[in-house]
């Protein structure tokens, strides 16, 4: 809410506070660019209060996850365990083109009279902007985005990152929303991506480039990457020390800032050269200089010692200074020999290489599943591993909420392998393990999309026939593709973590509290009266959230289906004596208690509990009633 205007002073936006507060009366929804019709709707989708809950589907100990359904409930979830814990964000959301409108149906459960309250809308209007939703128009789709990239931000570290695959159908509208959402003043850069080679035979211009468009939380350092050493193919007797050289500079310049100590004769042999010629420098040297002029970019002292030190090669008349892969001269006095690698920073046409285009992809995917189109536009691996390798260190946290085909989690693992490799290689692993070496890790969300059987047979029948899939759908591909990515890593890198922990998201039956009365069923209010061990699983992975712990943090089952320590908050999940908990519970440096109360049946335990926190040295802020 808060901005630095040009004079330096803070400046609250209102508007946006009364939207943080719940207020979204104030905000404009007529016009173009960020005043789009159903903007308040869809502001009011991301704070809305969120009745979903994960689900296992599976019992891995990994570190990755995978979670099936609406990428909209799965970010309300995941804010709960990983507020600014995500160092990045990749997303490939729809390209809004006109071949078809969005599969995400936003829910709209609220009642339309609290919408029309909450809202300040008319009904006529209401009942237009939900048909709007998942429309190919520029304010469905920015409607679509809005709540999805204001929960995306919370997740960010400080000096998290996000990318985001787009084309021209959205980059302008995009560039706009981001700006408003993460402060223009924390765009990073628009890149252009080459999307394939051939063009198709038409009179019009062929579209073969797409857009990554980059935002910072607040801020973030790029590493530098590996120059191209076929750019630096020149030789000389220095060769074996410094590495090959190019001659991309003269020593002289014309749009330099004059200095009379940087105009100076050189003599090299029986030859003299003057920036610009004798000509120039004889008029300078009458005082007939501009600001701006002819000199040498180097000081006199420095040339001297680049020339005696084979820095210097003179080609055409014209002085050039060589630049090696390994060695450079120092900045400053004594001025030496320095040995390095060389890199470089990363270009904002980086992704023109066809490496990163959709061709490379399809090839990959084909290896992977030994079938041809089994998934339009799918990005390539080495896309998601350039950023990954840029941006992020052992052990960060990566997020895809648009999962697609899984390409940013198979990325992901081939990072860990490749860092497991070099690390391996160096003999810092001891039996193929070490304390020090962290993997990254990923969190996937994909909608349970079916596939269509006509307009998608080959994916359909990979799923049908091959994965038995009852019911084909884009998240079986997604799930299928790790797995195999995972199987292949796991040959070359037997110790890595290539698994993932799969959740669903299903509603939370158990709300009944939230709810008015007349809004709540009878399975509200008598839910989870008959517990199965799954059923437990599922509330322990809700209580994870509740107590913001990451949801692949181990939990040690001390009494089953009713009591379980994770870290140091403990679980009441289900009936239990108080002798047996604070029998359980001593000397395990517990510092919180969460009872989830419409599991527990025994009335008197939450009272008993109360009176005997000081036993296990805690207070009663330390007790926390959930459900």
Not at 159 to 174: H, K, P
Not at 549 to 558: F, H, K, V
Not at 616 to 627: A, P, W
């Amino acid at each position: 809410c808060l901005s630095i205007e040009n004079d330096n002073q803070l400046t609250l936006d209102t508007g946006k506070l009364k939207a943080l507060l719940g207020d979204f009366s104030e905000i404009k929804e007529e016009g173009y660019g960020l005043d789009f019709v159903g903007k308040k709707i869809a502001l009011n989708q991301a704070f809305k209060k969120n009745h979903k809950i994960l689900k296992p589907l599976n019992k891995s100990t990994s570190k990755h996850i995978l979670i099936k359904g609406d990428n909209l409930d799965a970010l309300k979830i995941l804010k709960q365990s990983y507020s600014e814990k995500i160092k990045m964000i990749y997303i490939d959301p729809p390209y809004n083109t006109k071949n078809k409108n969005f599969i995400y149906g936003d829910d709209f459960s609220q009642s339309n009279e609290e919408v029309l309250k909450t809202l300040d809308y008319s009904k006529e209007k209401l009942d237009y902007i939900k048909n709007l939703f998942g429309l190919k128009s520029h304010s469905g789709w920015l409607s679509f985005m809005y709540p999805r990239l204001l929960l995306a931000r919370d997740l960010l570290q400080q000096d998290g990152v996000i990318f985001i695959s787009i084309d021209d159908n959205e980059c302008a509208q995009l560039k706009l929303l981001c700006d408003e959402i993460f402060g223009e003043g924390n765009f990073v850069a628009e890149m252009p991506r080459l999307t394939k080679k051939a063009g198709k035979s038409t009179n019009q211009i062929a579209k073969n480039h797409d857009y990554v468009l980059c935002y910072q939380k607040n801020s973030i350092n790029f590493k530098q990457i590996d120059i191209d050493e076929n750019d630096y193919s020149l030789k000389d007797e220095f060769y074996n020390e410094r590495g090959g050289y190019k001659l991309n500079q003269n020593l002289d310049y014309n749009s330099l800032q004059y200095n009379k100590r940087m105009d100076y004769e050189i003599v090299i042999g029986n030859e003299k050269f003057y920036a610009g010629g004798l000509e120039t420098y004889t008029e300078r040297q009458k005082g007939n200089f501009g600001t701006i002029d002819w000199v040498w970019r180097w000081s006199k002292a420095k040339f001297d010692f680049g020339l005696a030190n084979g820095f210097v090669e003179v080609k055409n008349n014209r002085i050039y200074t060589k630049t090696y892969t390994k060695a450079k001269i120092s900045d400053s006095k004594p001025y030496k020999i320095e040995y390095f690698n060389r890199t470089k920073n990363i270009s904002s046409i980086e992704f023109l290489d066809n490496k990163y285009s959709n061709d490379m992809s399809n090839k990959k995917l084909q290896l992977i599943f030994n079938v041809k189109n089994i998934f339009d536009y799918s990005k390539p691996v080495e896309l998601i591993n350039f950023l990954i390798d840029q941006t992020t260190e052992k052990g960060d946290t990566i997020l895809d909420f648009f999962a697609g085909s899984g390409t940013t989690a198979h990325a992901v693992l081939e990072s860990n392998k490749s860092d497991y490799q070099k690390l391996s290689e160096g003999g810092g692993l001891f039996n193929g393990l070490s304390a020090a070496f962290k993997e990254r890790r990923f969190i996937l969300v994909q909608l349970d999309e079916k596939i269509d059987p006509k307009n998608d047979k080959s994916a359909h029948d990979f799923c049908l026939n091959t994965l038995k899939s009852p019911s084909p759908s884009i998240f079986d591909i997604t799930e299928e593709r790790i797995k195999r990515a995972g199987a292949k890593i796991k040959e070359a890198c037997p110790n890595l973590d290539v698994g993932f922990r799969a959740f669903e998201i299903i509603d939370d039956e158990t709300h009944a509290n939230d709810k008015n009365l007349s809004q709540a069923h009878q399975k509200d209010l008598f839910a989870y009266s008959n517990l199965d061990r799954m059923e437990t699983q599922t509330i322990l992975i809700k209580l994870l959230g509740c107590e913001g712990l990451e949801l692949t943090t181990p939990i040690i089952c001390l009494i089953e289906n009713a009591l379980y320590l994770a870290l140091n908050t403990a679980f009441i999940v289900g009936d239990v004596e108080m002798s047996e908990v604070l029998e359980n519970l001593k000397d395990k440096g517990v510092e919180k208690i969460s009872m989830y109360m419409p599991a527990i049946s025994n009335d008197r335990l939450c009272l008993e509990l109360g009176s005997n926190l000081l036993d296990l040295k805690l207070e009663s802020s330390d007790l926390k009633i959930r459900g």
